[in-house]
């Protein structure tokens, strides 16, 4: 007899129930059909954009972790945060995904408006109710915008009634989880009565995972697993020791999966996705002052003069280029597991930027390889409230948190730290009555 629920409680059972742990048992992914068409088994398959990949899982050998030790358990889970962007361009999907793409995130200030809150789990920005969602995919489910066409639980499953099924013709639980906002599917197995088959030398099915290429994809793509004691794991019983479990995390056989477009497969150009600060929030500590950008995928940190940064006068705005001040500025590209980086650009000393100024971040083809764009953001020190003008509202602002030492220094905090010592005190607030009052500054393009 066969049960399926829910995945989450088979990483529980790893996680409470670790003897030791070993990594000999091997877990492979083959492609078995194309578009519902069988093929030879295959750890590398070529398809055309569009098309549908069905993978099948095998385990085998896990004797090498624990003699004699019967396969209880196992779990995997797909890895797409690398999985589904590795190829040129384009991106795979999980059977049934029809979502809006999600960001990755800091904070929800450098989220769009469709997917304005930053999931801390996950680290991606999701929506938090579907008014947010944009027509296309109007419902807000798992944190993410979903489409029409979306179906959760199709692309994982596992065929208990295969011969070769890891625990053909016992009684056993199957699971199997969708890609929430962490773009991880899971599914798994446990044998219920009993401690489940003996290794007998050969591979046996763990499950069936489908992928499709999207219609723009190309290049090769690397199907990936997490490996982990509660993501992809096998548990191994003694049965002369129930109370001791074996832990095994296998070693991956990946599958490729390479996407032939017509014509070249040239990398678009990365495009800026968010920034921070947005256009109403000012820059506000005297230096050390951070703008992030986020872009759809990775960048290489520009050098002085790839892009420029110039204070935004009146002529700026009419095309003329003013004093470049790039050079003054450091520049790191932090890259994430999603493949969506941001680019920090601080202000490391005080006296490049002008109090109550806006400034232009712009890369107008001098960055290779990245879309055009300009960022304008307003330097104004100690103006918190976003009005665009510094008063006693704004001294109040750094009043609330005085004193902040050290360890109280988190990013709301921190943002306070006006004069950039470490520690809130009197002195921010006394740096901040400098520039009180301070008239608005409006931006000065039409």
């Given at each position: 007899m066969h049960k399926s629920m829910g995945l989450c409680w088979l990483g529980v059972i790893a996680a409470v129930c670790i003897g030791s742990r070993g990594?000999?048992?091997?877990?492979?992914?083959?492609?078995?059909?194309?578009?519902?068409?069988?093929?030879?088994?295959?750890?590398?398959?070529t398809i055309s954009?569009?098309?549908?990949?069905?993978?099948?899982?095998?385990?085998?050998?896990?004797?090498?972790?624990?003699?004699?030790?019967?396969?209880?358990?196992?779990?995997?889970t797909i890895d797409g945060l690398a999985s589904?962007?590795?190829?040129?361009?384009?991106?795979?999907?999980?059977?049934?995904?029809?979502?809006?793409?999600?960001?990755?995130?800091?904070?929800?200030?450098?989220?769009?408006?469709?997917?304005?809150?930053?999931?801390p789990m996950t680290g991606m920005c999701g929506c938090a109710t579907s008014e947010s969602c944009p027509t296309d995919y109007p419902t807000c489910a798992h944190s993410l915008c979903i489409g029409p066409d979306h179906v959760d639980y199709q692309a994982a499953f596992v065929?208990?009634?295969?011969?070769?099924?890891?625990?053909?013709?016992?009684?056993?639980?199957?699971?199997?989880?969708?890609?929430?906002?962490?773009?991880?599917?899971?599914?798994?197995?446990?044998?219920?009565?009993?401690?489940?088959?003996?290794?007998?030398?050969?591979?046996?099915?763990?499950?069936?995972?489908?992928?499709?290429?999207s219609?723009?994809?190309?290049?090769?793509?690397?199907?990936?697993?997490?490996?982990?004691?509660?993501?992809?794991?096998?548990?191994?019983?003694?049965?002369?020791?129930?109370?001791?479990?074996?832990?095994?995390?296998?070693?991956?056989?990946?599958?490729?999966?390479?996407?032939?477009?017509d014509g070249t497969c040239d990398a678009p150009l990365t495009v800026l996705q968010s920034y921070f600060p947005p256009r109403g929030v000012s820059l506000v500590r005297t230096h050390m002052n951070t703008i992030s950008l986020v872009f759809d995928k990775p960048v290489v940190a520009p050098g002085a003069g790839q892009i420029t940064i110039m204070e935004l006068t009146n002529d700026v705005c009419a095309g003329v280029a003013g004093p470049d001040l790039s050079d003054q500025f450091e520049f790191t590209a932090i890259d994430d597991q999603v493949g969506l980086p941001r680019l920090h650009i601080v202000d490391p000393v005080k006296?490049?930027?002008?109090?109550?100024?806006?400034?232009?971040?712009?890369?107008?083809?001098?960055?290779?390889?990245?879309?055009?764009?300009?960022?304008?953001?307003?330097?104004?020190?100690?103006?918190?409230?976003?009005?665009?003008?510094?008063?006693?509202?704004?001294?109040?602002?750094?009043?609330?948190?005085?004193?902040?030492?050290?360890?109280?220094?988190?990013?709301?905090n921190r943002r306070h730290d006006v004069n950039v010592d470490g520690v809130i005190t009197f002195a921010d607030m006394g740096t901040v009555n400098q520039y009180n009052p301070t008239p608005s500054f409006p931006h000065p393009c039409p």
């Open positions: 990594q000999a048992a091997t877990l492979t992914a083959l492609a078995v059909a194309v578009n519902d068409e069988p093929i030879a088994p295959t750890a590398s398959v954009p569009g098309d549908s990949v069905t993978c099948e899982f095998y385990l085998a050998g896990w004797d090498n972790d624990f003699p004699q030790g019967p396969l209880k358990t196992y779990q995997v589904y962007r590795s190829g040129t361009a384009g991106r795979l999907e999980p059977l049934g995904w029809d979502v809006l793409w999600p960001l990755s995130c800091t904070a929800s200030d450098e989220c769009p408006a469709a997917t304005p809150e930053c999931a065929d208990v009634n295969r011969s070769d099924f890891a625990h053909f013709g016992l009684d056993a639980v199957t699971a199997s989880q969708p890609a929430f906002a962490s773009l991880a599917t899971g599914w798994g197995s446990v044998a219920l009565i009993g401690h489940g088959p003996l290794d007998t030398g050969g591979q046996v099915y763990a499950g069936t995972y489908i992928v499709r290429a219609e723009d994809a190309c290049g090769t793509f690397t199907l990936s697993v997490r490996l982990s004691d509660y993501e992809t794991f096998l548990l191994l019983f003694d049965a002369d020791d129930p109370a001791n479990p074996f832990i095994a995390v296998p070693t991956f056989e990946p599958l490729t999966i390479a996407v032939e477009a006296g490049i930027l002008q109090h109550a100024r806006w400034y232009r971040i712009e890369n107008a083809g001098g960055w290779a390889g990245v879309e055009p764009f300009h960022v304008d953001v307003r330097f104004m020190i100690g103006e918190f409230s976003g009005d665009g003008v510094v008063t006693f509202a704004d001294l109040g602002a750094v009043r609330a948190r005085v004193p902040t030492g050290p360890s109280g220094m988190n990013d709301a």
